[in-house]
Structures are given as structure tokens and as C-alpha cells.
């Protein structure tokens, strides 16, 4: 996420950083590298100014020369000054409604429909919400087919009315299904176009005005950069939406979307799309952003993702399993499984400080637990719980049906081993916190 933006703005502040001695020839310099950073990243030339400006203003004020460590308050000035580019504190979702309809607004591809469905699993996630998708895309079929495949997919009724080409009428009538069926929120999916077009506001707007949604949210498809920017001024101008969505930010994005649309919309960013799957999807909180885009990592990200996988039940059982010595290889899967659940490698990795500069280059294959899992699939029951009964033969068979190697095998006990012996240490104490945190 943002590799190149963190790449030149690291190179900018790291002259600060290193520098004995800080003058107020290298912080004017820093300052015009971090604007050229922001340029280059797409970010509107005024603000980029306004930004090196306020920064300059700040250090000014605070002596920044004076201080015992000036290259690390520089560094904090600039990501202050990015987090509230970005919009100060998180803001969720308003759901007081009963129920509370969410109305998704954009262009087609900004990643609507896919959107809708990871809000919808990411409420119902919250096991106090269920939610009720709705297809309004009264033009184009096989949108309303996406839906009802997203809603398959995670387990959330879609409602729908294929025959109907009133988009007003089926919200309507999607949140009166709602109400009769005791739907906490209602997520309304509507068409898009590929440009701003007049008969696409009419729409939006008359669905806005007809069921007065509790939150009206702005979709928006990261890479295109200042053009998401005006897209959403002019989505503003006739919506006055209550929050943006960034969706794509796991692809190769400068970031300029991001850091601008904030500040001229007005209003802030509530979620970001992070892949194309429907748990990719995280809330915007805009000062762990500015970490990422320094190079800081987001380790309460990170935290926060382990715990929502966290299963209490399934945590105490495992542990009564390391103490009587019985961990096996169906627990190690499960294990993995969870590890899998909570996103893609690089994207965790991503979020461990200084990872995210160190690992730019190396490609991290995402099916790194493959041959594992082809392996625990491959062995008996009994293999699995016992794994001492593993002998050359077995492992051979084994090797055979997973297409693997008696070595790799061999490599997996290995590993297996060792975990089981950690873990069977950490039972004391301070161990089994740890244990919480790692979500097993
Ligand atoms: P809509 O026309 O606005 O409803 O857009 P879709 O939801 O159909 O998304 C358009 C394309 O973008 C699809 O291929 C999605 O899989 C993809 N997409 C949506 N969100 C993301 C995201 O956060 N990251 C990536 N990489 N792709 C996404």
C-alpha cells in the first residue's frame, strides 16, 4: 500500500533523521522533497502546498532546531499533519435506525457491489447485526446476479426484484421486507455509470430522498487518484454523503485519493477495500494510516485482527489439548486456517514496522501454507491425532497423495515438533496471554 509514497517520503525525512546537525537550509530541503513526495503521489497541488506550508509554520513555532531529537519531531509534525489531512479520529457507521438503511453510492467498478457485501459480512460479523442486501441496479442483470452471489457467499439474504424497473419502488420495498423480518440494517446496492452522468444523480438522488438512509456511503475506486477526488465533489455536491469508501488500496496505489479527498469533500473516510474478498475490509483510522505511509507499520491493526478471529471456546480447548499432549496435526490446519483468515501475507506483514520497506521487493507467495495443508489432507485420522505413528512407509503414501517430498514431510514434523514443545511451554503464566494474543 502506498510503497512508493513511503519509499520517497522516507528518503526525504531520512536526512532529518540521520543528521547531527539539523539547519534550516536541510529542513526547507526535507520539506520540498516531502512536497514532491505528495505530487508525485497525486495529491493536489494545493494541498501538497498548504501541507509542507503548516508543517513549516509548526516547526517554526516549536523551535524544531532547538530541540534534543528535531529529526524525530519532524517526522511526528509530518504525520500529524497527515492525519488530519486524512480526517482526525475514526468515525463509524451510524446504525440508530430501525432498521438502519446504508445507501451505496459511485461509479460502476469502484467496487460497489463487492463493497456492499464485505459491509453486510463485516456487521454481521458483529453477531448483534442481521443485515438484508439490496439489489437496486435495474440495468444491468447480471449486477443483481454479483449480488446475489456475495450474499450466498457470506450467508446474507439479498432481496431483489428482477422484474421491476422502478429502483425507488424496490428499495422501498426492500426495506419493508426488512422490517417484516426483523433485518437490524439494510444495505441498498444502486447502478452506476462509468462517468458522472445527470440521469445517474437523478437516480441516486431520488432513491436518497425517497428512503432517507441513516448513512449514505461514497464508493470509490483508489487508483484512479485525483479523479476520485472530483467524482466524489460531484457525488457530494448532489448527495452530501455521509462518508467515503477507498476501495483497491491493496493494489498499486500513490495514494493521492487518500490523502485528499478528505479535505475537499469534507467528509471523512470510514472503510478501505483491501482485496477482493469479502474480509477484506478494514476501517479507516486515519493516524494508523499515516503510520503505514511512513513506513511505522499498524500493529494495532494487526492486534485487532488477531482478536477478531479469536475464539475463546476454541482457545480453552486447545489448551487443555497442549497440556494432556495431545495437540495434533488437525489443530495445526485449524490453525493455519486462522492465520489464513485474517488476510493476505504481505498485507500482514505489511503492518509489522519496518516490514513493509524491507519486504517491498520479495514476492510473498500467498500459498505458503499450500504443501501444508496438502500434506494434513493427506494423512489418516490416526496420522493426525498420533503422530509418532508416522514411519518411512507412511510418510512415502503420504509424500505420494500430496504431491510433496519425504523431505518436506520430514521438514513439517520438524516444525510441528518444535510448536508443540512451545507451546507446551508457554502454558505457564505468561505464555497463555501470549497464546490470546496470537489468537490460538
Ligand atoms: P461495482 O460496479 O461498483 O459494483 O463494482 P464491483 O463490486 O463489481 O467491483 C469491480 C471490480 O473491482 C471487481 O472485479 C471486484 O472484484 C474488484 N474489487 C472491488 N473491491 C476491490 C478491492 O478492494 N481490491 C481489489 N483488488 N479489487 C476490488
Known amino acids: 500500500m502506498f ?40 495529491v493536489n497541488f494545493k494541498i501538497a502546498k498548504d501541507f509542507t506550508n503548516n508543517v513549516k509554520e509548526k516547526a517554526l513555532g516549536q ?26 479520529d475514526a468515525e463509524g457507521v451510524n446504525l440508530s435506525g430501525n432498521p438502519s438503511v446504508i445507501l451505496m453510492s459511485g461509479l460502476q467498478g469502484s467496487g460497489k457491489t463487492t463493497f456492499s457485501g464485505k459491509l453486510a459480512n463485516f456487521l454481521k460479523n458483529k453477531k448483534t447485526k ?10 444491468r442483470p447480471a449486477a443483481v446476479d454479483q449480488l446475489h452471489v456475495v450474499g450466498e457467499q457470506i450467508g446474507v439474504e439479498v432481496f431483489s426484484d428482477r422484474g421491476n424497473t422502478n429502483p425507488v419502488a424496490i428499495a422501498q420495498a426492500g426495506i419493508a421486507h426488512a422490517k417484516a423480518n426483523g433485518h437490524h440494517v439494510v444495505i441498498v446496492d444502486t447502478a452506476g455509470r462509468l462517468a458522472v452522468d445527470e440521469e445517474m444523480m437523478n437516480e ?3 432513491i436518497h430522498k425517497a428512503i ?8 470509490v475506486d483508489a ?3 485525483q479523479d476520485a477526488v472530483n467524482t466524489a465533489k460531484a457525488f457530494n455536491d448532489r448527495l452530501d454523503f455521509d ?7 491493496d493494489g498499486d496505489t500513490r495514494g493521492g485519493a487518500a490523502i485528499s479527498i478528505k479535505s475537499v469533500v469534507n467528509k471523512p473516510i470510514k472503510f478501505i477495500g483491501t482485496g477482493e474478498k469479502m474480509d477484506a475490509i478494514d476501517v479507516f483510522h486515519p493516524s494508523r494510516m499515516a503510520d503505514r505511509i511512513l513506513g511505522m507499520g499498524d500493529v494495532v491493526s494487526l492486534v485487532e485482527r488477531a482478536q477478531e478471529q479469536y475464539d475463546e471456546e476454541e482457545a480453552r480447548k486447545l489448551q487443555k489439548k497442549i497440556a494432556k499432549n495431545q495437540f495434533g496435526f488437525d489443530d495445526f490446519l485449524s490453525q493455519i486456517q486462522q492465520i489464513k483468515k485474517m488476510g493476505s501475507m504481505k498485507d500482514l506483514l505489511g503492518m509489522i514496522p519496518g516490514a513493509g520497506k524491507a519486504l517491498k521487493d520479495v514476492d510473498i507467495d500467498d500459498d505458503a501454507f499450500k504443501h501444508i495443508e496438502a500434506i494434513i489432507h493427506s494423512m489418516t485420522p ?3 491425532s498420533t503422530p509418532s505413528v508416522l514411519n518411512a512407509s507412511r510418510k512415502k503414501r503420504i509424500a505420494k497423495g500430496s504431491g510433496t517430498s519425504v523431505q518436506e514431510i520430514n521438514q513439517l514434523l520438524k516444525q510441528f515438533n518444535q510448536m508443540s514443545k512451545m507451546m507446551k511451554m508457554m502454558q505457564g503464566g505468561s505464555g497463555r496471554k501470549m497464546m490470546q494474543m496470537m489468537g490460538g
Do not use: W
Request: with cysteine; charged share 30%.
Open 130 to 139: 442481521k443485515p438484508l442486501l439490496v439489489a437496486c441496479d435495474v440495468y
Open 212 to 219: 432517507k438512509p441513516e448513512e449514505t456511503l461514497f464508493v
Open 382 to 384: 490416526e496420522e493426525r
Open 243 to 249: 462518508g467515503v469508501v477507498l476501495t483497491k488500496l
Open 204 to 206: 441516486i438522488s431520488e
Open 223 to 225: 487508483m484512479t487518484g
Open 63 to 88: 523551535n524544531v532546531l532547538t530541540t534534543l531529537q528535531p529529526g524525530q519531531l519532524m517526522v511526528k509534525l509530518v504525520k500529524d499533519e497527515l492525519t488530519e489531512l486524512m480526517g482526525g
Open 3 to 42: 510503497d512508493n509514497l513511503s519509499e520517497k517520503l522516507d528518503k526525504a525525512l531520512h536526512v532529518l533523521k540521520g543528521h547531527g546537525q539539523i539547519t534550516e537550509i536541510n529542513v526547507a530541503e526535507t520539506l520540498k522533497e516531502v512536497r514532491r513526495a505528495l505530487l508525485d503521489a497525486d
